[in-house]
Nanobody, 125 residues
Framework: QVQLVESGGGLVQAGGSLRLSCAAS????????VGWFRQAPGKEREFVAT????????YYADSVKGRFTISRDNAKNTVYLQMNSLKPEDTAVYYC??????????????????WGQGTQVTVSS
């Protein structure tokens, strides 16, 4: 079992930055791929970024490529999402998710077993 807790959301102006954190419980966290997803009101949950168990492989949605960076610190059981050059269309609840796998590029909502409660990100224009 893995429990995930997101933090770092908030209100920011367009062009600003935020760093989200996803803290995980469990001693085998380094065996899990972790993804970030987001869901805006009235829309389906969508993939944002994912990082492999070792941190050696990352994969991004086209909409955030070049602006967002996913990273992890397995010693701290934490995954980060650095979000720069934020746009109003980035406004959503952001969720982190984990699945025990050595696969790369895991980008499907249905592929993840564990989810956090979400953190709100609001970007004003």
């Amino acid at each position: 079992q893995v429990q995930l807790v997101e933090s770092g959301g908030g209100l920011v102006q367009a062009g600003g930055s935020l760093r989200l954190s996803c803290a995980a419980s469990g001693r085998t966290f380094s065996s899990y791929a972790v993804g970030w997803f987001r869901q805006a009101p009235g829309k389906e949950r969508e993939f944002v970024a994912t990082i492999s168990w070792s941190g050696g492989s990352t994969y991004y949605a086209d909409s955030v490529k070049g602006r967002f960076t996913i990273s992890r610190d397995n010693a701290k059981n934490t995954v980060y999402l650095q979000m720069n050059s934020l746009k109003p269309e980035d406004t959503a609840v952001y969720y982190c998710a984990a699945v025990r796998t050595f696969s790369l590029g895991v980008d499907g909502v249905e592929e993840y077993d564990y989810w956090g409660q979400g953190t709100q990100v609001t970007v004003s224009s």
